[in-house]
């Protein structure tokens, strides 16, 4: 069974930090390209980092490039996000997934961050 379970959230202060960790199972990790996704209370679901798994290509949502920094790790079947000056408008459910999209979605991992 194919898994991505995102983990790491929790509730920071504006200006903090939080690294969100993507374990990863169920199929072949280093032959897809891994995303984050976020979605804010009353708001779609969006796009916010994507990395290849071929040629290292990467790409950032604007509203978090220079802040955030996606990372992958195929030894351990892992992705990562590393968030830094976190904003009260980054609050939401986290999720990874497979790049392009098809697996269900995991319960993702809850980002607070107060003003």
């Known amino acids: 069974e194919v898994q991505l379970q995102a983990s790491g959230g929790g509730l920071v202060q504006a200006g903090e930090s939080l690294r969100l960790s993507c374990a990863a199972s169920?199929?072949?990790?280093?032959?897809?390209?891994i995303g984050w996704f976020r979605q804010a209370p009353g708001k779609e679901r969006e796009g916010v980092a994507i990395?290849?798994?071929?040629?290292?290509?990467?790409y950032y949502a604007d509203s978090v490039k220079g802040r955030f920094t996606i990372s992958r790790d195929n030894a351990k079947n892992t992705v990562y996000l590393q968030m830094n000056s976190l904003k009260p408008e980054d609050t939401a459910v986290y999720y990874c997934?497979?790049?392009?999209?098809?697996?269900?979605w995991g319960k993702g991992t809850l980002v607070t961050v107060s003003s």
């Open positions: 997934n497979r790049v392009p999209l098809g697996t269900p």
């Open positions: 169920g199929f072949t990790f280093d032959e897809y390209a």
């Open positions: 990395i290849s798994n071929t040629d290292g290509s990467i």
